[in-house]
Every structure is written in structure tokens, then in C-alpha cells.
């Protein structure tokens, strides 16, 4: 027994139509499997965020800074610093030879640094944290 199966290409083109065996038929779909496409994922690109580094401002030990003009620098020119801390970080200058007196980010340890070292102070070059 004869299947016509018939295609049409286009709209403007005529239908063909095929005679084909129906034993015929039957092997071509049982051997031809139908393969959906493998769906690839896309690759993304993630941002990373990295905090910005920080940065240590020093302030070194030397002869002629007095004790209340390294501890008045202090209070006016890095923020919130209180007048027992003040005091704290000029005496461990002065028996350790340097403390840190800020940590953060780069800017604003060079505007600090700027400041005291305008004053007079002794300044260590800025490090990263």
C-alpha cells in the first residue's frame, strides 16, 4: 500500500506530493529520531566588588614636636578622635617611636597625612593596612 505524503515549500509554489510504501514510511520513522537542540547555558560575567583598600596614617616620634601640640593635631585633624585617645596615641609615639592613628581608605588618609604633616609632625609614608 502507497501513503502519498504531500509538502508545500511556500506559498506561491505548488504542493508535491510523494508516493512512498507505507513499509517505507515506517522504517524512516522508526529510524529517524527527533532531536530537540541542547540548550547551551550563556555565560555571564559577574562583577566582583572588592573593598577598597586601606591605608595606615603614622605618626613618627622626633625631638622637637611637644607632647600637647602632637595630641592638639590629633583632635583637631583626624575625626573623632577624643582627648584620652589623643593622649593614648602622643604617648605611644613617644615610648614606641610611631603609632597608627587612622586606618581607611586612600583619599582620606593622604588629606589626614597632609594635615599633620603641614603642623609639623613627623610622618611615615602612607602603607596599605
Given at each position: 500500500?502507497?501513503?502519498?505524503?504531500?509538502?508545500?515549500?511556500?506559498?506561491?509554489t505548488p504542493t508535491?506530493?510523494?508516493?512512498?510504501d507505507r513499509r517505507v514510511m515506517s522504517s524512516i520513522t522508526a529510524t529517524t529520531a527527533v532531536t530537540t537542540p541542547v540548550r547551551t547555558p550563556?555565560?555571564?560575567q559577574r562583577?566582583?566588588?572588592?573593598?577598597?583598600?586601606n591605608y595606615k596614617v603614622i605618626?613618627?616620634?622626633?625631638?622637637?614636636?611637644?607632647?600637647q601640640h602632637v595630641s592638639h593635631c590629633l583632635m583637631t585633624y583626624?575625626?573623632?578622635?577624643?582627648?584620652?585617645?589623643?593622649?593614648?596615641?602622643?604617648?605611644?609615639?613617644?615610648f614606641?617611636?610611631?603609632?597608627?592613628?587612622?586606618?581607611?581608605?586612600?583619599e582620606q588618609?593622604?588629606?589626614?597625612?597632609m594635615q599633620l604633616k603641614r603642623e609639623g609632625l613627623t610622618m611615615a609614608p602612607l602603607e596599605a593596612a
Open positions: 500500500m502507497t501513503v502519498n505524503t504531500c509538502f508545500r515549500s511556500a506559498a506561491t508535491i506530493c510523494i508516493g512512498i550563556k555565560t555571564t562583577t566582583v566588588r572588592k573593598p577598597y583598600p605618626v613618627l616620634d622626633d625631638d622637637f614636636n611637644t607632647f583626624v575625626p573623632n578622635m577624643n582627648p584620652d585617645r589623643a593622649w593614648e596615641l602622643t604617648n605611644q609615639v613617644h614606641e617611636g610611631a603609632a597608627t592613628v587612622w586606618t581607611g581608605p586612600l588618609a593622604e588629606f589626614y597625612h
